[in-house]
């Protein structure tokens, strides 16, 4: 859901494609449908997530990071269909916030650091590594001489 999510963000009508079987280009739906689509989709796969965090949850997604991804929709309620959805919002971040899976980190910067595994603010990270990615590492590579200069002059 968070592709169709950030592709509602970036390009608003999109297609949604739900038979991957069909040789057929689906046909593009507008904002509205897209986000009703994926209101309906996070709604219901949400409540079959695990509520695990921490190591055993690295690299997969969560019962509260998909609330994250439904609050971020519903965030955008307003430029996708109309209407604000900002009761949503708050409702649907306090959860995750009382849940107490999460904490900000006491050092912001440890987020984006090699080794975030341990992280307690991090909800879902995606794994670009030597041991469950070894093919997705030319990010590693390309950026980080200049994110570690980045990090260098942020203090």
């Not at 107490?100 to 987020?111: A, R, T, V």
Request: aromatic share 10%; glycine share 6%; no cysteine.
């Amino acid at each position: 859901m968070r592709t169709y999510s950030t592709s509602l963000d970036n390009y608003g009508n999109i297609p949604i494609a739900t038979d991957y079987s069909s040789e057929e280009l689906p046909e593009q739906r507008s904002r509205q449908e897209v986000y009703n689509f994926i209101v309906q989709e996070l709604t219901a796969s949400i409540p079959n997530l695990s509520e695990a965090t921490g190591q055993s949850m690295y690299g997969r997604i969560n019962k509260w990071a998909g609330k994250a991804i439904l609050a971020d929709v519903y965030l955008n309620a307003e430029v996708y269909t109309g209407t604000p959805e900002w009761d949503k919002v708050i409702e649907t971040t306090d959860e995750i916030i009382q849940s107490g899976s999460y904490e900000l980190e006491e050092n912001y910067k440890d987020n984006f650091t090699r080794d975030n595994q341990n992280s307690t603010e991090n909800m879902w990270s995606v794994v670009f590594d030597q041991v469950n990615a070894p093919d997705n590492n030319y990010h590693m590579v390309t950026g980080k001489t200049e994110f570690n200069e980045i990090l260098r002059h942020a203090g």
